[in-house]
């Protein structure tokens, strides 16, 4: 799958799943944004402008559906796919996920293929 030039953010205060998100986003062309919390990462999202945000939803700070609701309340940004990271995979977290603007739900750990297919899904028909 090829995604070049695709810029996606990653927003998770786990190293590991960073790390990993960056390794397989990386492999297929894109162009990846790393942030540790909802702070840093609304610092970067307008120097970078991420067609894609994936966000931990547990995140010291501020967490991801605060993070998203920000995200989704800037006219800039509201456009901009946000899926929520979880190891929890229930309807409550998925529903407040909804609630808080995001696009998709993904649980962790995301195998390659399904963080892949995510992008590629909220990116068809963009140039």
């Known amino acids: 799958m090829n995604l070049s030039g695709l810029k996606v953010m990653v927003i998770d205060d786990s190293n590991t799943i960073r790390r990993s998100a960056e390794i397989f986003l990386g492999q297929a062309g894109c162009e990846v944004i790393l942030a540790e919390d909802g702070f840093d990462a609304l610092a970067k999202i307008a120097d970078h402008k991420p067609d894609v945000i994936f966000v931990d939803i547990m995140m010291p700070r501020l967490d991801g559906y605060q993070t998203c609701s920000l995200i989704k309340k800037n006219a800039k940004l509201a ?3 946000v899926i929520m990271l979880s190891s929890k995979d229930g309807l409550f977290d998925r529903a407040r996920g909804r609630m808080a603007g995001s696009d998709e739900y993904l ?14 899904h909220h990116t068809a028909g963009r140039s």
């Open 79 to 81: 456009a901009t796919p």
């Open 107 to 120: 649980t962790k750990p995301f195998t390659k293929d399904s963080l892949l297919k995510t992008v590629a």
